[in-house]
């Protein structure tokens, strides 16, 4: 089962940011926060992962709570390519991905 | 950039065939990973790999088979197709970790059986 509860869907305006949240309130010290999407029948797509710290690269930022209980991630400029389901995964230590159902963000002109 | 490539991206076969579904990766990645997605089901794991000729049952594997003779590829065998095997299946690959590095994907082939 997935250990993540993330909203079914959400909008977003083009051009501003879109901050998708995301619990993972049963998180252990070891596991660490990824961040996939998938776009309409492509395969997932890997966005960011993180532990503890705040990560950024050049798709997104990852905000991680200081008790690691949450995390949002930030397109800062979303556009419509951004449309997609983004999947939020604890991955426990040395094993899968185990998928939820994901937020499908629409994001309108 | 990580490629992971799917021998079809459609695929139709008839019930009671065998179906190969092929997956290539080209970053000498350890682990390989066979997914099934569903409509409402989501993701489903199926077999993995964590090195040649190894092999790991995921959450579904009745039905399938895999194999893993080369580091680059892993194959997903069907023994005899049946329609409740009509889904998108997806290859991920990614380095041995422990738990701190990403998988990719490839671009899935949607089987249909007939």
């Known amino acids: 089962d997935a250990k993540t509860t993330q909203p079914t869907s959400m909008d977003c305006a083009e051009g501003r940011a879109a901050n998708l949240p995301c619990n993972h309130s049963t998180i252990s010290g070891n596991e660490y926060v990824y961040w996939y999407r998938q776009i309409h029948s492509q395969g997932p797509q890997y966005i960011i992962h993180g532990l503890k710290n705040n990560e950024t690269n050049e798709m997104a930022s990852l905000i991680i709570t200081e008790d690691r209980k949450s995390s949002t991630l930030i397109l800062p400029h979303a556009t419509l390519r951004d449309t997609a389901v983004y999947y939020c995964i604890v991955r426990p230590y040395g094993q899968n991905f185990v998928f939820g159902p994901g937020t499908r963000l629409s994001v309108l002109p | 950039d990580v490629k992971v490539t799917q021998s079809s991206r459609y695929l139709v076969k008839r019930t009671g065939e065998k179906v190969f579904l092929e997956c290539v990766q080209d970053m000498d990645h350890e682990n390989m990973f066979w997914y099934r997605q569903d409509p409402g089901l989501g993701l489903r794991l199926i077999y993995f790999s964590y090195d040649v000729k190894m092999k790991e049952k995921g959450d579904i594997p009745e039905g399938y088979s895999v194999s893993r003779e080369k580091k680059e590829r892993f194959s997903l065998i069907l023994e005899s197709a049946s329609t409740n095997q009509t889904s998108m299946y997806l290859c991920?690959?990614?380095?041995?970790?422990?738990?701190?590095?990403?998988?990719?994907f490839g671009q899935g082939t949607r089987l249909t059986v007939v």
């Open positions: 991920a690959s990614s380095l041995k970790s422990q738990g701190r590095t990403e998988a990719f």
